[in-house]
């Protein structure tokens, strides 16, 4: 396997001959999701056969579990305590329960877009545009999620890596490689076309849900870096693995997170983190179908580089 | 008008005669979500024409304006400042911009769903069970939102009833009362059917774009709650209107919230609370069509009583 | 030694016997903060001879170490970050470095004074008032610490437990009972007289320097509930040491935090949670002196049941 | 007025000019800290006459009112409610009532300190060291409020201003000059000697109470940057006003906020802002004594640019 790990030296090469800077014009922002057209979206509701949907989001809980960097905060604000005994003027002032709720969802836990404000290379992000423009006081102002303000749904296809190798899941050392997705495609009978999300599965979720989650100091599973040209072969808008998307730890000295930047950066290519494939694999397993109609509607946060989100497939 | 106007004793009798406790068995959390079959599901992928989505959410900020009762919060956790000029060593261990967002997102600023666990009446949810297994320190531990977890996506229809009646917006004091639901479905030729996720604009988020936000102290208009026995008899799944809901003031000395109340509480009845229906209007009106299919995917949080959400129309 | 530890009916026996309910008025919300008089205060800044201060306060780290139920959160609002290439328009708009700060001070890592708002026994708090006073939505609306605006500053007296007994720490199933103030009090030569804040130190906290961090599942020493009629009988005005001031597991069936129970509800007496005392008592020792002036300036938080503090000891 | 307001020029002079860099040594971060000697501390002590202990905070509430750009949150991790009705068993998991508290505490609502680590100028802070030490993911690797972890205990004086002008408030156009404080020490019988901490009363937080709080877009009183000449001739310890400390709007095009930056950067010198001097004004002029102790006890927040604090003046 190791030999046919990338060069550092080709995935920087790659920075500049995977680029899709210009492609949809000087200005764009969208990245890939211009892939996205009206006619991929009515092909994906033409997919809808049993009307049956399926979650590919992880629970949110506010747990300490080893794999949490920050804890996500649940405070009510107003709960259903006392209500049974509250005076009438009290019921009259109190209102519905209701909580704050509070999260960093980009990590290795919540499932979450990555906008293409997420990553930059030497201080540039997609298309030029200067990484300086994410703030610590106004936010991303530029590549915002906002972008993805009206959704995103389009066809989305599940290549199961661990069924096709018949493992329950792949292990740390192990990434998905491009002939991985070759072969998936022979196997489950799909093929990977202009716009569609990709969704990729390493079985990680099924190991964290059997064997516990574990710290990002330990090795990690992913996409390996050499898939990026694939992805950029197959034109896809978006690309989701059941995992954080960057092996721990890092083939190189100098990248430490290769796909990211990669497909952030240099591809314009949004990513979806930490998905839940399991239930998934199994609704694709069931009818030998591994394309389906794939729902998203990322929260239109001001100034943000992605969304906590629950991806929605529907069969 | 004021004379269509129900009782206060009315209001409480509603309580019991349109209650669909039991309906679903004693047991049951989801309330009307029953009624989203999966051939709902494939009649609103069916409706899908054009592949052009629509975002029924307005954006989520944390600007303070009048109508604020809890700010938004958007903290970089990392951000794009000094990328440009981070030593390699520094550039091998900062990751990728991200934020800290936390909310409340009930109030009357952002657009999100109410499980059932948000309301009670007398100290009891829907169905019977105690409103105090809703605490300050566990959460929801009932009718929490992750019952909505696989995504709720039906047929969504919109009754503009401002376009109805040749206003911009409807005023504070003039609600939408169960006539302007019929002669809306008259007019705009559409029939809310059992299933159905109805959506019903007032014109209340155009005027806060217009004239600007106002506090929770001022008058507001919504649906009044005598459309409540019209949503019981048309069966439909999840109700929203372009307010937080309920009139302000209250029409009742002893109901603040009749609508959230009978809706929630009785019928078990999902609600979306602030959304933005102004875009979607537009696409209803330019295409003389008023149902199209509606994608949401609700946060899967855990013990919690609904989540922001980008309600997605495709049309 | 458990042939000394109080039955659970002696210690709900305390509930009435010990009670200050009344003393200082029907009205009084200050309890044994009232025992803090100018002349105590006088006394305290007379007892300062060397003008070195010394913390009994613990870092606040967003570490998650086993200990944290609740993340302590830091996030900047802004950085110095890109400041030395910020063009000069830049540099106009942007302010100093800033950071939010959020924590539940409440626990077992942080510092902190609980006020009388934070314990209740069978619904009622210190004299008499009802614990639903005490509301999600706004907070401690009576028992809040703002009755400790003006600071609280008096004689500090530290009795060193391990110290008296030879060891360095005192073990989880070993707590500190009345007989060892009485002999720690003749071994360091110093009386505990009313208005002090009795400081005592178990050796905990130097145990978590050294072993690190457990979760609150372990047991863990503290001064047993037996040492309540000892504070009554000296009348201090607040009480510390450097656990979290109950032992784990209890000794009780029914009362699961009885120190506090009984101190905060019978007693009206202010706690100080979680204090560092290796400084202090090195100070002591060095000076053979266990008295002195002690400043503490509580946040005036609104409504809010005790506060984050750094007491300052001054010899 | 306007003739005796320095240049631009001077104010950049300044910052070379009054620079206490290298003073106490090429590594010195705790700035004019260094001039608070034990000699100090006891001098304060012996200072203390009547035992009369007044607060120079201002509440912390979450209120949000026209001067708030961040919100500050109260949330209840557990609350007193429906305490009187839980079965035995709730109440023997229950624990005390609880809430997490969060502040961005610069700005100019809340009494807070200002660390050194909270300024810098052209991207270096005090003792020449980089500002890019301050960052999103880490905080303030240098220049800690850690740094004042022993409390910060000395001399304080009150120069009242509005009472030496025989005015309510200062105008906010017209700033605390050089002069005004040279005439107090002179009008109070008293003087600042270096290490005192150096209070100044503008009358501004009398002015938010009587007529309530303005947007940080209005113009606001301050002590002019000419001050700070006077500072370093006299080595005070630390400063503080009850405004934000620095007037608006700027005089300088391109220094928006001159007091923080000499003072921070050039001097060292920690600074707290929006300080409460009401009581203390009034405590001051009940003795005819402007000389007292003054204790303060910063947080120990780790890596952190400052901490909210309650600074207790003790007569």
């Not at 599973?221 to 995992?243: E, G, H, L, N, Y």
């Amino acid at each position: 396997m190791a030999a046919t790990i990338p060069s550092e030296e080709q995935v920087v090469e790659w920075m500049t001959s995977l680029s899709n800077w210009g492609r949809w014009g000087d200005d764009d922002q969208h990245g890939t999701l211009n892939l996205i057209t009206p006619q991929k979206r009515k092909q994906a509701a033409a997919l809808v056969q049993d009307g049956i949907p399926v979650s590919c989001a992880r629970p949110i809980t506010s747990e300490i579990t080893p794999d949490v960097t920050y804890q996500m905060q649940r405070f009510m604000v107003d709960s259903g305590e006392g209500r049974d005994t509250d005076p009438p003027e009290r019921r009259r002032v109190r209102r519905g329960a209701a909580e704050f709720i509070g999260m960093v969802f980009h990590g290795q836990t919540i499932t979450h877009i990555d906008a293409l404000s997420h990553y930059s290379w030497q201080g540039t992000m997609y298309n030029g545009v200067p990484a300086s423009l994410v703030t610590s006081r106004e936010g991303a102002q530029s590549h915002s999620i906002e972008l993805a303000a009206d959704g995103i749904i389009s066809r989305g296809v599940l290549l199961d890596i661990p069924r096709l190798r018949g493992v329950d899941w792949l292990d740390p050392g192990d990434p998905v490689m491009p002939d991985d997705l070759d072969a998936a495609e022979q196997r489950f009978g799909v093929r990977v076309e202009p716009g569609d999300i990709l969704l990729i599965r390493t079985g990680n979720y099924r190991k964290i849900l059997e064997r516990g989650p574990v710290s990002g100091a330990e090795s990690m599973t992913a996409c390996q870096v050499a898939c990026t040209p694939w992805f950029k072969d197959r034109d896809i808008a978006m690309m989701s693995t059941d995992t954080s998307n960057d092996m721990r730890p890092s083939h190189y000295a100098n990248i430490a997170t290769p796909l990211h930047t990669v497909s952030l950066v240099a591809l314009g290519l949004w990513l979806i983190d930490n998905a839940n494939l399991e239930q998934l694999a199994e609704a694709c397993r069931q009818r030998q179908r591994y394309a389906f109609m794939l729902n998203m509607g990322p929260l239109r946060l001001r100034h943000v580089t992605g969304s906590p989100v629950n991806p929605i497939a529907l069969f």
